[in-house]
């Protein structure tokens, strides 16, 4: 058996709100010491945010944080500066951007990575959104590459991604996972 000396959960959430013009994002991290016989020092770190973001902008309309568990009686001073997250993009260049105005001694790394993940969530909740309310075409090709080229290996500017959008597959609009390869699509327009 292999002891466990560190566990780290996050938890994102890309979820409904009041106004059709944004959504919300909640965010859990907890640091455990699993191998801590005390349950009282076991948890490490348990910290929340809340995101609210601009559907039309995608913007953050609303930051903010709270500290349930912490290591220092002095981390939850930072708090209040999460805040400073609105109005930041969370298009492209969104992980720049975080860490010029939270990211080391201006703000808390394990707020700041909860951030962080929560950029990549929001896109992918920004995708599901449209899937489940029926709006699968939710954003033109052009759109969808200025949004997503260099996130990844797929999304390279020479990567199948592109192609993929170029032969006429959208996001969502087949519900097959993983996506058709470049070739599939080449072979069939049905799989787009």
Request: with cysteine; net charge negative.
């Amino acid at each position: 058996m292999t002891a466990v000396f560190h566990r780290r959960s996050l938890d994102i959430e890309v979820v409904e709100t009041a106004s059709a013009d944004e959504f919300g994002v909640l965010g859990h991290l907890r640091d455990e010491r699993p191998w801590q016989d005390d349950p009282m020092y076991r948890v490490l770190h348990d910290m929340r945010i809340e995101l609210r973001v601009d559907t039309t902008t995608m913007t953050i309309t609303s930051a903010t944080s709270q500290m349930d568990t912490f290591p220092h009686a002095e981390c939850p001073f930072v708090v209040d500066r999460f805040g400073d997250l609105v109005g930041l993009s969370v298009a492209r260049g969104y992980s720049r951007s975080l860490r010029s105005v939270f990211g080391g001694v201006t703000g808390c790394a394990h707020l700041y990575e909860l951030a962080r993940a929560a950029g990549s969530a929001i896109v992918q909740g920004t995708l599901s959104r449209g899937q489940a309310t029926g709006q699968r075409s939710m954003a033109d090709p052009e759109s969808i590459k200025r949004g997503l080229t260099g996130m990844c290996h797929i999304w390279d500017a020479d990567g199948p991604g592109p192609v993929k959008l170029d032969l006429g597959w959208r996001p969502g609009a087949v519900r097959e996972y993983p996506a058709p390869t470049v070739e599939r699509l080449r072979e069939s327009p049905r799989n787009r």
